[in-house]
């Protein structure tokens, strides 16, 4: 699967996710008009301890003022954090797409997410499991813990790389190589995939450096990833592109449809691409990357109207 139903039942697809600090307005004015394929409100790391509160009460008006955007989630404060529930109670609105939960350890986070955020959707006369739960995976223990925690909710829609908060945890350097995230790194999307999930990756902090944006944003394609979480605007066609498939997979994805019909009316069951053998999985992922293009365009479309 490349994307998950929400909410109204619409198809959601994100390969930009871009997160900024809920109590700077100017933030929220500058993603609400990028062309980035979801905003997070965060009220979490980018928000000073004196301006949390801040950030939460502007959380409603935000999302009453998002434009056209229709993905937005809010990363509120860790569950451990003393903060998590009233969080939760100024911010759940109908137009908010979901949640995104930081500093996750278990399963058992996930259910107590679940328990406090089903209280407020009958309060607010929602259906249960209205509102979408993104994970964060960014503890040694939640990536020991991984299956579990994806699976622990059916809110959840996909899951979310952080390796900052990781590495610290893990008391080890950040590198240039990123290899001492590589395990982590690997282990999401699988688990995300595994739900029928969209996994997103961590973001690349280098801001100025796009040339290495890129390079990490193909890396992150290669392990499965759908999207990054980025920190500025400026990522984001970068990113886009990045995770969209390329002219030359959309027109081999073609030929293997193609060939793949002509096999069927023939009642051959092999089938070849320029001496390649095409099996069901390779068909599969050809039919999974023209829905992915088709939806792109699609996106694209709404965008320019």
Do not use: W
């Not at 903060?83 to 995104?100: C, P, Q, Y």
């Not at 990045?242 to 009316?265: D, N, R, W």
């Amino acid at each position: 699967m490349i994307n998950k139903t929400i909410n109204d039942n619409k198809l959601i697809l994100i390969r930009s996710l871009l997160i900024f600090p809920g109590h700077v307005e100017k933030f929220f004015l500058s993603a609400k008009k990028s062309n980035a394929d979801a905003i997070v409100i965060d009220l979490e790391d980018s928000v000073p301890s004196n301006e949390k509160d801040n950030a939460r009460n502007s959380v409603i008006s935000k999302i009453d003022n998002k434009g056209p955007k229709s993905n937005i989630f809010v990363r509120v404060n860790g569950i451990h954090s003393g903060r998590f529930e009233s969080d939760i109670e100024a911010i759940l609105h109908k137009d908010l797409t979901g949640i995104v939960l930081p500093m996750v350890e278990s399963k058992e986070d996930i259910l107590f997410a679940e328990k406090v955020i089903s209280k407020i959707e009958a309060d607010l006369k929602l259906k249960n499991g209205y509102f979408s739960l993104f994970p964060l995976i960014e503890l040694p223990v939640a990536v020991l813990n991984i299956a579990s925690i994806a699976t622990a909710s059916k809110r959840i829609i996909g899951l979310i790389f952080g390796h900052e908060d990781y590495l610290l945890h893990l008391q080890a350097p950040h590198t240039i190589d990123r290899e001492n995230i590589s395990v982590p790194r690997a282990l999401i999307p699988i688990a995300a995939r595994s739900i029928g999930g969209i996994p997103i990756d961590t973001p690349y902090l280098d801001i100025g450096n796009t040339d290495g944006c890129m390079e990490n944003v193909l890396k992150s394609k290669t392990l499965g990833y759908s999207g990054m979480l980025t920190v500025h605007p400026s990522q984001i066609e970068i990113v886009n592109n990045g995770y969209s498939p390329t002219q030359h997979e959309i027109l081999e994805a073609k030929k293997i449809v193609e060939q793949v019909k002509e096999s069927a009316k023939q009642k051959r069951s092999i089938t070849f691409s320029d001496c390649r053998f095409v099996g069901p999985p390779i068909s599969e992922a050809a039919l999974l990357t023209l829905k992915r293009a088709e939806k792109i365009l699609e996106i694209s479309k709404k965008i320019k109207d």
